[in-house]
């Protein structure tokens, strides 16, 4: 019964989405706050119905109900019950409805919190997420149902992709997805600005508290993804510009520059075009990440399964709303009106030129994205571009825009003055300069390019505190008034400085990690060794191992450094039986910010060895924590902002100052 | 059946009722006035509040509180129109809260099962083993087995009787598992020493491997009489070249075997065999040896269309087919691998090696 409870609640969100679009436009055209009023009452129903058939198929595979054709495909009796939970948004069905949950939540959000938006505003932007729901509910229920019933059950699932049997992907896809569709508001409320023909200051404020919690959901879910590829897929590597991670990377970059760009609409009115544009762009590429990752156009390990069929259908998804939001976009922008007018150095150009930078990047990114598969279309001639193509096209730009982000904070609305920036920020260049040539001058092997990453992150952190010490005067010699004035901060402040020091700190990482990282492999038996820089690892064992759904081959390494014992890497060598897959699971052994990581390769009975051998793979990855703990530290400042009673989402009005 | 319309009617009912609670709500809740001038005046306040804790200087307080000003006094002239509170559009609300749960209804008749009760595997397994246990099929079997056995976790038989079910069910990985459970229960016995043996040759496509031949020699230490374990021992020693000493062994155990014994055709049939093998493969062109492994190739590559996420897999096709000589499907393998794996450092490391390998002379 709960089964087809799921499947009838899933139609139900559908038509109570459709219901959504309905009254509210009614609403609107009619100016009824009863007809508004009930076209809320259907989202927040429509997100009752979706949570409901959400929670249902999650019973289906916690109960292994191998009736429900997704379960079969998806689960396995053996698997732990976290990835049974886990399975609910493993496979395509069950993420396009972890999709749906997460925009008719946002739907039922915008309802309830958006008290403080004005009538005709709040009802488009509640048709308008009606009609995302409606779309893609109509595609989960048409095309892509998770609850289809098999009158034949299989004994036993074929289970879930092992490499997805993992904490950190368990997770990954519901902040993924809350910061993919959290975008979805800002769409809405874009498209809303431009029906009622108002993007204005007080617009610009309403749509910062979207962006900033779909933006720090989505830094969460990128990093948790990119942690995951790091220690589940055993190449030592955490970013490889996969398509399937610049899908999701896009959008963040979008959402980046959406999220300055509306700080100058919301202070100066100006820009209120561009801002619009990002805020439609933004889920635009939410929505071409969920048509790249499910078409089957890629082959990757994070794509699910290849299916034209339905990449068709979301392709014409995509069309279709970008494009009706483009073509409102290009008929009613030009009536805008203009914002206010700064001079070249000001901190509007300043953010005009970060947004430049960042729209710059993203179309870098989304070249190096499409290119190969446009080409393979036309040609039939398959080509990998990798990362040298976005070194020489990505980084170059993130350069100047660390360059740039400094400064901006310090830099005066209007007309600033470029010399006393300069000279405020003279004390922080001096220290990111010395540490590049520090780093140059003592570090072995000599790398010109990740010194003078080190001297961009020093100074990105350095530039980042000048600012807070010049706002709380903390050079003045008097404490009282300093801390008077940072405990005074906004937090919309302290979460600013907070994500541009996460970017420096995962600058630090990255430049480090990559320079000088260390990579060494060899076959060993048992006893060997295998020297990685200055660690020497030693095999001392390996063991059979019973998991609960894998057999596995553990390996137990000694890792000395100056013959004192460091640790004791244990890898594994998985595999598991129901999809007949192997996986790797990584020994990280942390030192300090460094990691030294192990992988156990496959077993080889060497020819006339008399005993086997393993191949080791093991990477010493300096500051390779940084890299993940940069976009936590900008993601909490993401939340700070939120939390910033400014921006607090449903805050109507504030009660009067006492005189 | 009657539930499912029961909890259908109830959650139909409580979205409907949402629906009307809000319009209600909003019926009720006149003058609200439009919220944009309460954005701008906060803006102002918020001006004066940084300029008050010296967050801004003062001509930035100035020309700040100017625009705020010009914008609250521009959101103040504009003239709204004012929305109804009319309770006469509730019409079109009922008819929309009763209409959305009809159209879910018929489109769920459409596309739903509506008769198809829940199928928990707790619940099948109940089914099962309330079953006759013979008319099961042989992974309803293992099913039901692994539940006896995490039942009776001390007991070795069960843990023997499921290795066997998990055999009949074609899942030797779990089969051996089960065994080497059952092993570490009772590692005295020799029956579970020989079922362990060949379930690993099982795994092994039929190929001794050393595990299976340490597997035979402990159940020979516990019972030299094992019949399994001499008939594989022997045939690991024909199969890795030492057809003498196997046959010899074979030989014996033919000797040892009761004139009544039903496995006496089969082992004589291994022994002829055997015999003409020995002088069959000193005649026989290799080609016969190679069309062997291309068939493994072969079946290598169409589970990789299959089960494309293996590496491993795919370095072994390339080496295969550098080892085969095949440089075509050699260099195409390896295009295909490198896209698929593009910037996994280590795997196209591996991957051209395996490219490198020399071809069998």
């Known amino acids: 019964m709960i089964d087809e409870i799921g499947g009838f609640a899933l139609i139900l969100g559908l038509v109570l989405s459709l219901t959504q679009v309905v009254l509210s436009g009614a609403a609107r055209v009619r100016r009824s706050a009863v007809l508004a009023g009930a076209g809320e009452g259907a989202a927040l129903a429509a997100f009752l119905g979706v949570a409901i058939a959400f929670a249902a198929l999650m019973h289906a595979f916690v109960v292994s109900d191998f009736s429900v054709a997704n379960v079969a495909a998806n689960s396995h009796t053996e698997k732990p019950l976290l990835y049974r939970v886990a399975g609910t948004w493993g496979s395509h069905e069950g993420s396009m409805l972890l999709w749906c949950l997460a925009l008719t939540g946002f739907g039922a959000a915008v309802a309830m919190l958006g008290r403080g938006l004005p009538a005709g505003l709040k009802a488009v932007t509640v048709a308008t997420q009606g009609l995302l729901g409606t779309v893609f509910l109509a595609y989960t229920v048409f095309a892509s149902n998770p609850f289809v019933r098999l009158l034949d059950p299989p004994v036993e699932g074929r289970s879930l992709n092992p490499l997805l049997q993992d904490p950190a992907l368990a997770v990954h896809p519901p902040f993924l997805y809350s910061g993919y569709v959290g975008l979805s508001v800002v769409f809405s409320l874009a498209a809303a600005a431009l029906v009622e023909g108002r993007v204005d200051a007080a617009w610009a404020r309403w749509v910062r508290p979207w962006a900033l919690a779909g933006w720090s959901l989505l830094t969460i879910g990128i990093t948790l993804g990119a942690f995951w590829a790091y220690y589940e897929l055993g190449w030592g590597g955490w970013w490889f510009w996969d398509p399937v991670e610049n899908a999701s990377f896009m959008p963040w970059l979008i959402a980046t520059a959406l999220l300055h760009s509306a700080v100058v609409t919301e202070k100066r009115g100006a820009l209120s075009g561009w801002t619009v544009f990002l805020a439609m762009a933004a889920f635009t590429f939410s929505m071409l990440g969920a048509f790249l990752v499910r078409s089957g156009v890629l082959t990757s390990v994070h794509a699910f399964a290849v299916d034209p069929t339905r990449g068709v259908l979301l392709l014409i998804i995509l069309g279709v709303t970008a494009g009706s939001g483009f073509l409102l976009f290009a008929w009613r922008a030009p009536s805008l009106a203009p914002g206010g007018l700064f001079a070249p150095v000001s901190r509007e150009s300043a953010l005009v030129l970060n947004n430049i930078l960042l729209a710059a990047a993203t179309a870098t990114v989304l070249l190096g994205t499409l290119y190969p598969l446009i080409r393979e279309a036309l040609t039939g001639e398959s080509i990998s571009v990798g990362p040298p193509y976005f070194n020489l096209t990505f980084t170059p730009l993130m350069t100047a825009l660390i360059l740039l982000v400094p400064a901006g904070p310090l830099l005066s609305w209007k007309r600033a003055d470029a010399q006393g920036v300069a000279q405020r920020l003279g004390l922080a260049a001096l220290i990111a300069v010395g540490a590049g040539l520090a780093a140059y001058a003592m570090v072995s092997p000599r790398k010109a390019f990740a010194c003078a990453g080190i001297a961009l992150g020093v100074w990105l952190i350095g530039g980042t505190l000048s600012e807070l010490a010049e706002r709380s005067r903390a050079f003045a010699g008097d404490w009282a008034e300093t801390r008077r004035r940072l405990t005074g901060l906004p937090r919309g402040a302290w979460g600013m400085t907070l994500a541009h020091i996460g970017l420096g700190v995962f600058v630090l990482g990255a430049c480090v990690e990559t320079g000088w990282k260390v990579e060494a492999a060899e076959t060993l038996s048992l006893g060997g060794h295998l020297k990685l820089g200055a660690y020497e690892l030693t095999l001392e064992k390996v063991q059979g191992v019973d998991g609960p759904n894998y057999d596995a081959e553990r390996a137990t390494l000694h890792a000395v450094r100056n013959g004192r014992e460091i640790c004791t890497p244990r890898p594994e060598r998985r595999f598991y039986p129901a999809g007949g897959q192997t996986t790797s699971e990584v020994a990280i052994c942390t030192r300090g910010a460094n990691h030294l990581y192990v992988v156990l390769g496959e077993r080889r009975e060497a020819a006339g060895a008399k005993a086997p051998v393993w191949l080791v793979r093991a990477y010493w990855n300096p500051w390779a924590l940084f890299i993940f703990i940069g976009p936590v530290i900008m993601a909490l400042g993401g939340f700070i902002s939120l939390s910033d009673r400014r921006l607090r989402l449903g805050v109507g009005k504030r009660a009067a100052r006492p005189a | ?361």
């Open chain 2, 1 to 361: 059946m009657i539930a499912l319309w029961v909890a259908a009617g109830v959650l139909a009912a409580a979205t409907a009722g949402l629906v009307l609670h809000r319009a209600a709500r909003a019926a009720a809740n006149v003058g609200t006035t439009d919220p944009t001038l309460d954005v701008y005046r906060r803006q102002l306040t918020e001006i004066d509040d940084l300029a008050d804790r010296g967050l801004i200087g003062e001509a930035e307080r100035g020309a700040a509180r100017a625009e705020a000003s010009r914008r609250l006094l521009t959101a103040a002239d504009a003239t709204a129109q004012p929305w109804s509170h009319d309770a006469g559009e509730r019409r079109p609300v009922l008819i929309a809260a009763g209409l959305a749960p009809v159209l879910a209804l018929g489109l769920y008749l459409w596309v739903g099962s509506p008769g198809l009760p829940d199928d928990s595997f707790k619940h099948r397994l109940s089914q099962w083993r309330a079953a006759d246990l013979q008319t099961l099929p042989p992974a309803a079997l293992a099913a039901v087995m692994r539940q006896v056995a995490t039942e009776r976790p001390k007991d070795p038989d069960a843990w023997r009787y499921l290795a066997l079910a998990e055999s009949a069910a074609e899942n030797t990985s779990a089969s051996g598992r089960a065994l080497r459970h059952a092993i570490t229960l009772a590692p005295g016995r020799a029956d579970l020493w020989e079922l362990l043996g060949q379930s690993l040759v099982v795994e092994g496509g039929g190929a001794p491997s050393p595990e299976a031949d340490n597997a035979f020699r402990e159940a020979l230490k516990r019972d030299p009489t094992s019949i399994a374990a001499r008939f594989h021992l022997a045939r690991s020693r024909v199969m890795s070249g030492d057809k003498a000493g196997g046959l010899a062994a074979w030989t014996a155990l033919l000797a040892d075997l009761p004139a009544n014994d039903p496995r006496r055709p089969a082992l004589q049939q291994a022994i002829v065999e055997a015999r003409s093998e020995t002088s069959a493969v000193a005649a026989a062109p290799p080609g016969g040896q190679i069309d062997m492994i291309r068939g493994m190739v072969a079946g290598l590559a169409e589970r990789l269309k299959t089960q494309p996420d293996d590496p491993e897999g795919w370095v072994r096709l390339v080496r295969s087919y550098a080892v085969l000589g095949e440089s075509a499907k050699r260099d195409a393998t390896l295009a295909q691998a490198r896209k698929r794996f593009a910037g996994q450092a280590a795997i196209q490391a591996e991957l051209d090696a395996a490219a490198k390998t020399e071809p069998m002379k």
